[in-house]
């Protein structure tokens, strides 16, 4: 590859500006407000700390997801060297290098595991293992120092990997060298490896293990056909509000929206695949320990949301984006963007929350319902908005677009057929 020394986009506002620190402060002070709101209303009116816990987990793991599947993303094109995405790449790099802050927001899961709480992680209690000869036999790998080096060693990986990303991508702006595009490209196979590992490990440590006496082999490719979708939703939506700002108005075409439509309805059928596949094979084995799990995810209450997924997060969805025209408009495109996100959410909600209701035991009024409800919206309202400064904070860094790239000219001029 020969340096690109042009920057073929003369005119085009491809940086924040003046917009960065205004929107960084304005959602950091109300991510601040919504965190401590949920707090409040958590510890001091329900009273209720184990139900903070779970409820965070569920949203962190909502935004945690967007990263990891940024950081898919931005591999995957690197290791086949496609051209189409250059345009759209950046968003993806900078979605990715918000890890450092997300390792920060995963402190409230962490510390009370490491002070032995085991309202959020049952094999933390230590009376509950004794004489369970299943805990016991997982009791080496469940222990709270084993589960807080696993975490630091998560984010040590995806913190490095999306850092190198975005900085060489970043340098690349300046100095045009090709040579450090084949250094991404060389580093992505093992990156997809490392990546693999790591979803696979974490999403077995924060959310399988919520009832450790549970089994699949399938549960890590579930949260990753998940975070894909949700990653496609989000970069979809920044990607309309950059260019509502006056952003990459001309950079991102309807043909890059077309193909992260395409993507997008891809891995919705994925997720819907992998889903059926998890729930077919344990519903056919009829294995105690294996129903177990999704018993209580079925039954009562529970019946709606599971209904809603099927619907919500997969067959509508697979109908409204299946004509090509929905893919190509902006605005309809935006709209199921939106829409799996909100489903998304919901299905952090269905992996997590009913592992607390089944342990907790105790029918709570109306009112309790709607005052945890308040809980759930502040805290997925919370996160959301500290994390989208974090996003702000690195997209304020540099440019929103990788200006030279050596495949840039080829995005530009890319044409779905």
């Given at each position: 590859?020969?340096p690109?020394?042009?920057?073929p986009?003369?005119?085009?506002?491809?940086?924040?500006?003046?917009?960065?620190?205004?929107?960084?402060?304005?959602?950091?002070g109300?991510?601040?407000?919504?965190?401590?709101?949920?707090?409040?209303?958590?510890?001091?009116?329900?009273?209720d700390?184990?139900?903070?816990?779970?409820?965070?987990?569920?949203?962190?793991?909502?935004?945690?997801?967007?990263?990891?599947?940024?950081?898919?993303?931005?591999?995957?094109?690197?290791?086949?060297?496609?051209?189409?995405?250059?345009?759209?790449?950046?968003?993806?790099?900078?979605?990715?290098?918000?890890?450092?802050l997300?390792?920060?927001?995963?402190?409230?899961?962490l510390?009370?595991?490491?002070?032995?709480?085991g309202?959020?992680?049952?094999?933390?209690d230590?009376?509950?293992?004794?004489?369970?000869?299943?805990?016991?036999?997982k009791?080496?790998?469940?222990?709270?120092?084993?589960?807080?080096?696993?975490?630091?060693?998560?984010?040590?990986?995806?913190?490095?990997?999306?850092?190198?990303?975005?900085?060489?991508?970043?340098?690349?702006?300046?100095?045009?060298?090709?040579?450090?595009?084949?250094?991404?490209?060389?580093?992505?196979?093992?990156?997809?490896?490392?990546?693999?590992?790591?979803?696979?490990?974490?999403?077995?440590?924060?959310?399988?293990?919520?009832?450790?006496?549970?089994?699949?082999?399938?549960?890590?490719?579930?949260?990753?056909?998940?975070?894909?979708?949700?990653?496609?939703?989000?970069?979809?939506?920044?990607?309309?509000?950059?260019?509502?700002?006056?952003?990459?108005?001309?950079?991102?075409?309807?043909?890059?929206?077309?193909?992260?439509?395409?993507?997008?309805?891809?891995?919705?059928?994925?997720?819907?695949?992998?889903?059926?596949?998890?729930?077919?094979?344990?519903?056919?084995?009829?294995?105690p320990?294996?129903?177990?799990?999704?018993?209580?995810?079925?039954?009562g209450?529970?019946?709606?949301?599971?209904?809603?997924?099927?619907?919500?997060?997969?067959?509508?969805?697979?109908?409204?984006?299946?004509?090509?025209e929905?893919?190509?408009?902006?605005?309809?495109?935006?709209?199921?963007?939106?829409?799996?996100?909100?489903?998304?959410?919901l299905?952090?909600y269905?992996?997590?929350?009913?592992?607390?209701?089944?342990?907790?035991g105790?029918?709570?009024?109306?009112?309790?319902?709607?005052?945890?409800?308040?809980v759930?919206?502040?805290?997925?309202a919370?996160?959301?908005?500290?994390?989208?400064?974090?996003?702000?904070?690195?997209?304020?860094?540099?440019?929103?677009?990788?200006?030279r790239?050596?495949?840039?000219?080829?995005?530009?001029?890319?044409?779905?057929?």
């Amino acid at each position: 590859m020969e340096p690109n020394t042009s920057i073929p986009l003369s005119g085009e506002r491809t940086t924040l500006g003046e917009l960065g620190p205004r929107a960084f402060r304005v959602l950091a002070g109300c991510g601040g407000l919504a965190l401590a709101v949920a707090a409040v209303l958590a510890l001091m009116v329900v009273g209720d700390a184990a139900y903070l816990l779970h409820s965070y987990l569920v949203s962190y793991c909502f935004w945690l997801s967007i990263s990891l599947g940024a950081l898919f993303f931005v591999a995957l094109q690197h290791v086949t060297r496609a051209g189409w995405s250059v345009a759209v790449r950046r968003l993806a790099e900078i979605l990715a290098g918000n890890t450092t802050l997300l390792a920060v927001l995963f402190l409230p899961v962490l510390l009370p595991v490491l002070f032995g709480d085991g309202s959020l992680s049952p094999w933390n209690d230590a009376q509950a293992v004794a004489g369970d000869p299943l805990l016991e036999h997982k009791a080496p790998s469940l222990t709270a120092p084993f589960f807080g080096v696993r975490a630091v060693g998560y984010f040590l990986v995806w913190g490095l990997l999306g850092r190198f990303y975005l900085r060489r991508s970043m340098e690349q702006d300046a100095s045009g060298e090709a040579a450090l595009t084949l250094r991404m490209e060389r580093l992505s196979p093992l990156a997809l490896i490392l990546f693999a590992a790591t979803v696979t490990f974490a999403s077995l440590d924060w959310l399988m293990s919520l009832e450790p006496r549970w089994f699949s082999t399938i549960f890590g490719v579930y949260y990753f056909s998940a975070a894909v979708v949700g990653f496609l939703g989000a970069i979809i939506l920044v990607a309309i509000f950059f260019q509502a700002a006056g952003r990459l108005t001309s950079s991102i075409t309807t043909e890059h929206y077309h193909d992260l439509g395409k993507l997008l309805f891809a891995f919705v059928i994925f997720w819907g695949y992998i889903a059926f596949s998890q729930y077919m094979l344990i519903w056919y084995a009829n294995i105690p320990e294996e129903t177990t799990w999704y018993l209580p995810r079925q039954s009562g209450a529970w019946t709606w949301l599971i209904l809603a997924l099927l619907f919500g997060h997969l067959l509508i969805p697979f109908l409204g984006m299946l004509p090509r025209e929905m893919k190509r408009r902006k605005l309809t495109l935006g709209f199921w963007a939106a829409w799996l996100l909100a489903f998304h959410w919901l299905d952090m909600y269905w992996l997590v929350m009913p592992s607390y209701w089944q342990r907790a035991g105790a029918e709570v009024g109306t009112t309790g319902v709607v005052l945890r409800l308040v809980v759930d919206v502040c805290l997925a309202a919370g996160l959301g908005t500290v994390y989208l400064s974090g996003v702000v904070w690195v997209a304020s860094r540099g440019s929103l677009v990788a200006l030279r790239d050596p495949r840039l000219e080829e995005s530009l001029a890319f044409e779905n057929t």
